[in-house]
């Protein structure tokens, strides 16, 4: 599988320079993801393989941005100026009760796993004179990363509804950039721990937009809502409120 510290080119996709493709064995995607994956970058520099991926995501979070912001202005325009999320866990008489293991949760997963040691790794690649290998993978990597806790950090604070679909829309992408990014490792020969690195954040992400998707009910808050929206104007509640 591997010659010494980097990647067989061969086992993972073809080389820049083979004369057949190879298939990639542990990821078996199908022919359209895996040519929109390719995205020449075998006929590229090292500058502009980072600067096209650096490109691809920026458009992600550009339009990301656009359709959370129109979710939140249509909030807005339908129930006026009045906030309507306090933040996640937050009761009735606005307490926080997060569940007993959340906090080292957040730690462990996505602070130490999800940042710090991506963040070590590209490190690293620069030292090993890797800088746009790093670039174009762990690089493109944290910068989405970055996105998601700004755009966390400014729905929470204007207290829009919006503020739980953040991490499923950003969470959703930097899955298919992780898979992006194995892609690019084993093409260009990279180091065997950095596809290993890629496979572990894979796997860790997957795992946490599970427990995400499990936390929703909790995060909108839907055990204190009226059952529905007509229900709740026929029963004088306004933005979750009772009205008398």
């Given at each position: 599988?591997?010659?010494?510290?980097?990647?067989?080119?061969?086992?993972?996709?073809s080389y820049m320079?083979?004369?057949?493709?190879?298939?990639?064995?542990?990821?078996?995607?199908?022919?359209?993801?895996?040519?929109?994956?390719?995205?020449?970058?075998?006929?590229?520099?090292?500058?502009?393989?980072?600067?096209?991926?650096?490109?691809?995501?920026?458009?992600f979070i550009v339009?990301?941005?656009?359709?959370?912001?129109?979710?939140?202005?249509?909030?807005t325009q339908r129930?006026?100026?009045?906030?309507?999320?306090?933040?996640?866990?937050?009761?009735?008489?606005?307490?926080?009760?997060?569940?007993?293991?959340?906090?080292?949760?957040?730690?462990?997963?996505?602070?130490?796993?999800?940042?710090?040691?991506?963040?070590?790794?590209?490190?690293?690649?620069?030292?090993?004179?890797?800088?746009?290998?790093?670039?174009?993978?762990?690089?493109?990597?944290?910068?989405?990363?970055?996105?998601?806790?700004?755009?966390?950090?400014?729905?929470?604070?204007?207290?829009?509804?919006?503020?739980?679909?953040?991490?499923?829309?950003?969470?959703?992408?930097?899955?298919?950039?992780?898979?992006?990014?194995?892609?690019?490792?084993?093409?260009?020969?990279?180091?065997?721990?950095?596809?290993?690195?890629?496979?572990?954040?894979?796997?860790?992400?997957?795992?946490?937009?599970?427990?995400?998707?499990?936390?929703?009910?909790?995060?909108?808050?839907?055990?204190?809502?009226?059952?529905?929206?007509?229900?709740?104007?026929?029963?004088?509640?306004?933005?979750?409120?009772?009205?008398?």
């Amino acid at each position: 599988m591997a010659t010494g510290s980097k990647l067989d080119p061969t086992f993972a996709v073809s080389y820049m320079h083979a004369t057949k493709p190879a298939t990639l064995s542990l990821l078996s995607l199908p022919n359209p993801v895996r040519h929109s994956l390719h995205l020449q970058i075998s006929n590229m520099g090292p500058a502009y393989q980072s600067t096209a991926l650096a490109a691809v995501d920026t458009i992600f979070i550009v339009t990301a941005t656009v359709f959370l912001s129109m979710g939140s202005w249509f909030g807005t325009q339908r129930y006026g100026d009045t906030p309507s999320y306090p933040g996640p866990f937050v009761e009735q008489d606005g307490t926080r009760s997060p569940p007993s293991f959340f906090q080292a949760y957040v730690v462990l997963v996505p602070l130490l796993l999800g940042i710090i040691a991506p963040t070590a790794g590209l490190g690293l690649l620069i030292w090993q004179d890797d800088a746009y290998l790093g670039a174009s993978t762990l690089g493109v990597y944290l910068a989405e990363v970055a996105a998601q806790l700004i755009s966390e950090g400014v729905y929470l604070k204007t207290k829009t509804a919006m503020w739980p679909q953040v991490p499923q829309v950003y969470q959703t992408y930097r899955i298919w950039q992780l898979i992006r990014g194995c892609y690019l490792v084993g093409q260009v020969g990279g180091p065997q721990w950095l596809w290993n690195l890629h496979a572990m954040l894979i796997m860790l992400w997957v795992f946490n937009f599970g427990a995400v998707m499990t936390w929703t009910p909790w995060l909108y808050r839907w055990h204190l809502q009226p059952q529905s929206s007509e229900n709740g104007r026929k029963d004088g509640y306004t933005n979750g409120q009772k009205t008398e």
